[in-house]
T-cell receptor
């Protein structure tokens, strides 16, 4: 069955520091997608990125970057030069298939606090 | 605004009562998912509907039920409420096809239920 482990429950960094959030997943699928979502203090869940297991190239979007390594089943997320607005809970997720449809299985999340 | 509308935003009720949470998906999205977020269990998938039909069930209690109407809005009914049902309930929607792990779920702002 699909499983996502985010070992870091809480992380605190000082503004402008870089921070990496770890994600280790288990999946029975040979091809799959991986996701990151962000939940700011306001509570909504916001989609950040989707990666295909075929593509192991690192992806960069502004201050955000993602390192996907299929060999270690990891999909880590790095924020460069963190800002206070990055303070949120970040969730890694992997799709789980049942009865012909997919749902997302989420990790427990990592709470990031960026201190000014 | 994600385009997924959930009402009510907050709800306080007593044990033993019944409540209904409502969700309107993004325009064009046929699939609706319900998730429960609690401190101890994290984000748990409850149930999924596609174009009016139930497609998958997760960790949904027998006291809970849901449906999706012809206009695609969905309702989650929670009955015989217990203290442990206090949680943030999210609705998400996605565009077809549902048999793809590539689907990006767009979440609503959630309905926070407090059972006293």
């Amino acid at each position: 069955a699909q499983k996502v482990t985010q070992a870091q429950t809480e992380i605190s960094v000082v503004e402008k520091e870089d921070v990496t959030l770890d994600c280790v997943y288990e999946t029975r699928d040979t091809t799959y997608y991986l996701f990151w979502y962000k939940q700011p203090p306001s509570g909504e869940l916001v989609f950040l990125i989707r990666r295909n297991s075929f593509d192991e190239q690192n992806e960069i979007s502004g201050r955000y970057s993602w390192n996907f390594q299929k060999s270690t089943s990891s999909f880590n997320f790095t924020i460069t030069a963190s800002q206070v607005v990055d303070s949120a809970v970040y969730f890694c997720a992997v799709p789980y298939s049942g009865a012909g449809s997919y749902q997302l299985t989420f990790g427990k999340g990592t709470k990031l606090s960026v201190i000014p | 605004d994600s385009g997924v509308t959930q009402t009510p935003k907050h709800l306080i009720t007593a044990t033993g009562q019944r409540v209904t949470l409502r969700c309107s998906p993004r325009s064009g999205d046929l699939s609706v998912y319900w998730y429960q977020q609690s401190l101890d269990q994290g984000l748990q998938f409850l149930i999924q509907y596609y174009n009016g039909e139930e497609r998958a069930k997760g960790n949904i209690l027998e006291r809970f039920s849901a449906q999706q109407f012809p206009d695609l809005h969905s309702e989650l009914n929670l009955s015989s409420l217990e203290l442990g049902d206090s949680a943030l309930y999210f609705c998400a929607s996605s565009v077809a096809p549902i048999n793809s792990g590539a689907n990006v779920l767009t979440f609503g702002a959630g309905s926070r239920l407090t059972v006293l």
